[in-house]
């Protein structure tokens, strides 16, 4: 059974906020400006009312009579919607009225600013997926949001949250993973509904391993076999063909298994001589297009 929950809104980053009958019509919409929004949900985490936010970005130049696809964002362990919020290459995707991006915050159970995905060993005892579906009821109230055509990205801990809700619900069309693979209790987890895959590893990552195993923030399948247990759930070709490819400074080995259900796609790729993240700002503009490329199909 869902929680109930009380929604505020702010117009800006630096307005304050106001109340619910401020932001919703008698029938309880959803009303969002061009530009940054902002967005509260009240979620009860072990016995208390917690509040949530959520960053809306919608184009600045907001066109009213089109229904946008919405993608998510899920920053880092530590981090908040902000990081991903402030990133450029996004905001100029969402301005040139690609989509709607959702910027949720993670939670964290000591209350620092800086927040937390849900997978097991973060210090945080929030149900994440359970705030996916408050988030997406709340959305999906709004006339400029079409939740039919739904996408997630996610690095690090936010990587490891794309494959719990790719795994545990049915919201997303595809997701993509990035500088994670999927965390070993999630192997056996059977997906909802079939979807496309985007998963990016760096080859020197020193945090999350490639080749999976034990790390001081959780334990991991290794890049490939994470792609191949989605690939194996819809039913792919489960031989991956392979291409080099060059984004700007880095050079990445693609991995691709195709004609799996309902015509989605898995794809694997590794960043050579790459860490725990991209390596410069010119690789990082090239990815996220090609995310929003492979979302699009």
Request: glycine share 8%; aromatic share 10%.
């Amino acid at each position: 059974m869902k929680k109930i929950i009380i929604i505020t809104f702010c117009i800006s980053l630096i307005q304050s906020c106001s109340n619910v009958d401020n932001i919703t019509d008698t029938t309880g919409i959803l009303n969002l400006i061009g530009g940054t929004n902002e967005m509260t949900i009240n979620q009860t985490i072990d016995g208390n009312s917690v509040p949530r936010l959520v960053y809306v970005r919608t184009p600045q130049n907001l066109n009213s009579s089109l229904s946008y696809p919405i993608v998510f964002f899920f920053h880092g362990a530590g981090g908040s919607g902000q990081i991903f919020l402030q990133n450029n290459n996004i905001t100029e995707l969402i301005n040139s009225e690609e989509f709607i991006g959702i910027f949720p915050n993670g939670h964290s159970n000591n209350g620092s600013n800086g927040g937390f995905w849900n997978l097991g060993s973060e210090p945080t005892t929030a149900n994440d997926v359970e705030y996916v579906d408050l988030i997406i009821d709340q959305l999906a109230t709004s006339t400029l949001i079409d939740t039919s055509k739904a996408y997630a990205v996610g690095f690090s801990n936010g990587a490891g949250m794309v494959n719990l809700v790719g795994k545990s619900t049915s919201y997303f069309s595809a997701i993509a993973p990035l500088f994670s693979q999927q965390i070993i209790s999630l192997k056996d987890l059977t997906p909802t509904k079939a979807m496309s895959v985007f998963q990016v590893n760096g080859d020197v990552d020193g945090l999350i391993p490639l080749n999976g195993g034990v790390s001081s923030v959780g334990t991991f399948m290794s890049a490939q076999n994470s792609a191949l247990n989605w690939a194996t759930h819809f039913n792919c070709n489960t031989t991956a063909t392979q291409e080099d490819l060059n984004w700007e400074n880095t050079v990445l080995s693609s991995f691709t298994y195709s004609n799996c259900d309902n015509s989605h796609e898995i794809k694997y790729l590794i960043a050579l001589n790459t860490g725990h993240g991209f390596s410069d700002a010119q690789t990082e503009r090239v990815a996220y297009t090609k995310i929003w490329e492979f979302f699009k199909q």
